[in-house]
């Protein structure tokens, strides 16, 4: 048996394959047969005569004389070498049809990259690779479940590449896999959390878009808390709060009592965006009979030249919430009447009076009547009694109503507002 050199066979191999993405480039390649210690192969004569013949016709890139030859030693390999440096040249045949094509034709690439993963002879970093390469053309071609495999071949094979366990999740949550797709995102967030980096904010964006997709509302609102400890920016707690249970299609459906509590939020954390934010928060507060908690929010809105001083609607709200003010009267005689009523009702709405107007000690007082007097949503009156002493500064007090929230959707309500307390909007 005569012998080649696998440094022989390694500058036509990455010659070939160079052009193809994420493989190293010729330069690289030729660096590295210069490094390498060769490797002798035993062959037949038989199949070295046409090995030399075919990779001579590789090398002149006349595909047409280098087909039937490749054909020749895949039909006369015997050994775990030949078949190895058939499988090559097979490779290389391919690149080189690819390539005149535009490299638009990748589908011949398939066998011999398979039949080099396979074969004993290849280096465990080839093979690596060419399972890489494999999950980028399956990826291409839309066959998720197949990009999927690949890439997982290539990851236990020691592929590296930052992107890799990025591109695993996408191809699980594409395929269907959208559980396994965030455990495996949550894995790689700790652990680069543990190595002291800071994922990539859209990574949990990414999550969060894929985990509503599929309805998975538990598991959004999880995504949601753990990008706004990451990353609790002004605008992410606005998106975020909007995108949970304020806007359309909502990841959970709210009334206009659970919006209004929700944007309690947003205005105390100052996030509340835009003109359509204050309007449409002060037209929910006039219409649950809260006029005090509609002006004020709009003197905010205006104070903050986020409100237009020309726009009609804020003015007419404006002057309904006054009219129903005046209407009403002054707060203590209610008080009065609801201490002595025969359920919580009278107690409960002026308390949410006394909340609207920013006497948060009233409010939670009157609330906490209402809880004993009974005839009340318990799970409301005690996110309010937590809205309340959160506006306050009371903490811990807070903390210790909003926990005992249990009712979806006010669980979840309740705890955004212990997000916030802990997490609140900067910059």
């Known amino acids: 048996m005569k012998r080649i050199t696998n440094a022989f066979l390694a500058a036509a191999l990455m010659a070939g394959v160079a052009p193809l993405a994420l493989l190293p480039a010729p330069a690289a390649a030729q660096k590295k047969e210069k ?12 199949f070295r005569e046409i090995a030399v013949k075919a990779q001579a016709a590789v090398s002149a890139k006349d595909t047409a004389t280098a087909d039937p030859l490749v054909a020749q030693m895949e039909a006369a390999a015997k050994s775990d070498d030949e078949r190895y440096i058939a499988a090559s040249t097979r490779l290389n045949v391919e690149v080189l049809k690819s390539q005149a094509a535009g490299g638009g034709a990748t589908a011949g690439l398939k066998a011999p990259l398979e039949a080099l993963i396979a074969a004993p002879r290849t280096p465990q970093a080839d093979k690596a690779k060419f399972a890489y390469q494999l999950g980028v053309m399956a990826s291409n071609a839309k066959d998720n479940a197949g990009a999927a495999t690949y890439f997982q071949q290539a990851q236990q094979l020691g592929y590296q590449d ?14 269907g896999d959208v559980a396994g797709g965030q455990a495996d995102l949550a894995k790689l967030i700790d652990a680069q959390v543990a190595a002291g980096q800071k994922p990539d904010e859209q990574l949990y964006r990414f999550a969060i878009s894929q985990t509503h997709q599929k309805r998975m509302a538990a598991d959004t609102q999880a995504w949601i808390r753990r990008y706004l400890s990451a990353y609790p920016t002004v605008k992410n707690w606005r998106d975020m709060v909007v995108f949970w249970g304020i806007q359309p299609q909502a990841v959970v459906a709210t009334d206009k009592p659970q919006k209004v509590d929700l944007y309690r939020l947003l205005r105390t954390g100052k996030a509340l965006a835009d003109e359509y934010d204050y309007v449409i928060y002060a037209q929910y507060a006039l219409d ?3 006029p005090w908690e509609s002006k004020a929010v709009l003197n905010e809105g205006k104070t ?11 003015s007419g709200l404006l002057a309904a919430a006054n009219t129903s003010i005046g209407n009403e009267g002054a707060l203590t005689g209610l008080e009065t009447r609801a201490k002595a009523a025969a359920n919580g009702k009278l107690a409960n709405s002026t308390a949410d009076a006394y909340l609207g107007s920013g006497n948060w000690a009233k409010a939670v007082e009157l609330y906490r009547v209402a809880l004993q007097k009974g005839s009340v949503d318990a799970d409301a009156v005690n996110t309010r009694i937590g809205i309340a002493l959160a506006n306050s500064g009371d903490k811990a007090g807070a903390k210790t109503a909003f926990e005992t929230v249990k009712t979806p959707p006010r669980d979840g309500i309740a705890a955004m507002w212990l997000l916030f307390l802990d997490h609140p909007p900067v910059g």
């Open 35 to 46: 490094e390498a210690k060769p490797a002798d192969f035993k062959l037949s004569k038989e």
């Open 162 to 175: 930052p992107n890799l366990p990025l591109n695993l999740v996408k191809l699980k949550m594409a395929s």
């Open 288 to 290: 649950l009979g809260i």
């Open 304 to 314: 903050a030249g986020k409100i237009a001083a020309g726009n009609a609607t804020a």
